[in-house]
């Protein structure tokens, strides 16, 4: 059986959660009725279909041979034009680029520095603002 070919911008008018369609190897799959029994949660699959291509995504979960079997349920047809071998690939950050990217998000002295100060002048005013209480 053939499958019907589907052109990639019929694929980015189906990106909502009532009309949803990913792309997963060059199929198509209208996902819209398995949204709220995704077990990773309907984001992940609205995120899947507004990316374009979800095939790095779907591979980097590692879904079961059960999930992969289930997806013929949705099979709508075939992505038109689409080649594996010019697919857009994502690749995964190394771990020394994300501990790189987090050391710089960190904070330093300087990132306290206001704060601390606002926080001694209230206690210092407040320390010397003191008046005696009047003795009895």
Partial sequence: MELKKISPEEVT??????DCWVVIHGKVYDVSQFLSDHPGGE???????????????????????????RMSNYLIGEL????????????????????????KMSFGIKDYALPLTLLFIAIAAWIFDKKPSPEL
Avoid: C, N
């Fill in 43 to 69: 984001d992940m699959l609205l995120h899947a279909s507004s990316s374009g291509d979800a095939t790095q995504s779907f591979e980097d979960v590692g879904h079961s041979s059960s999930a992969k079997k």
């Fill in 80 to 103: 038109d034009g689409y080649d594996p071998f010019k697919a857009k690939i994502i690749r995964r950050k190394s771990d020394a680029v994300i501990a790189a990217e987090l050391q």
């Fill in 13 to 18: 008018r189906h990106t909502s959660a009532k």
